[in-house]
């Protein structure tokens, strides 16, 4: 057993996405409360995607989430249902290079793609 699977996100990280890339069909669109406050103590939200069959949300940065308004709209909630595609771009945080998960609206599989311990959603 890994620590890893012991210690999971909720959250996509990169490590989630395969190498090749993957489609997942868009459940909804939401705002979701991060855990941090401005220094005001406001509460912060971000954009966010739930994957339908999967219990990992996609936090959207800035970038993402114009992708998908170019192609989707504005309105979150016309988001469902659409197709989207994962994939690892070269990229910097903190100055350090790493990768990170760039979106894309062309899908490349027209089948829900199960990343490895993103776990399936429990049917309810």
């Given at each position: 057993?890994?620590?890893?699977?012991?210690y999971?996100?909720?959250?996509?990280?990169?490590?989630?996405?395969?190498s090749?890339?993957?489609?997942?069909?868009?459940?909804?669109?939401?705002?979701?409360?991060?855990?941090?406050?401005?220094?005001?103590?406001?509460?912060?939200?971000?954009?966010?995607?739930?994957?339908?069959?999967?219990?990992?949300?996609?936090?959207?940065?800035?970038?993402?989430?114009?992708?998908?308004?170019?192609?989707?709209?504005?309105?979150?909630?016309?988001?469902?249902?659409?197709?989207?595609?994962?994939?690892?771009?070269?990229?910097?945080?903190?100055?350090?290079?790493?990768k990170?998960?760039?979106?894309?609206?062309?899908?490349?599989?027209?089948?829900?793609?199960?990343?490895?311990?993103?776990?399936?959603?429990?049917?309810?």
């Amino acid at each position: 057993m890994k620590v890893s699977d012991i210690y999971t996100s909720k959250y996509f990280k990169a490590t989630d996405v395969p190498s090749t890339g993957v489609t997942y069909v868009i459940e909804r669109g939401f705002r979701e409360e991060m855990n941090k406050t401005t220094p005001d103590g406001e509460k912060i939200y971000k954009p966010a995607v739930k994957f339908k069959g999967l219990c990992k949300l996609l936090i959207l940065n800035a970038t993402n989430a114009d992708i998908i308004k170019s192609s989707y709209g504005d309105e979150m909630d016309h988001w469902a249902g659409k197709s989207l595609t994962l994939r690892l771009e070269p990229t910097r945080y903190q100055g350090r290079p790493t990768k990170g998960i760039r979106v894309s609206c062309e899908a490349f599989d027209d089948d829900v793609d199960d990343a490895p311990g993103l776990g399936k959603a429990g049917k309810g």
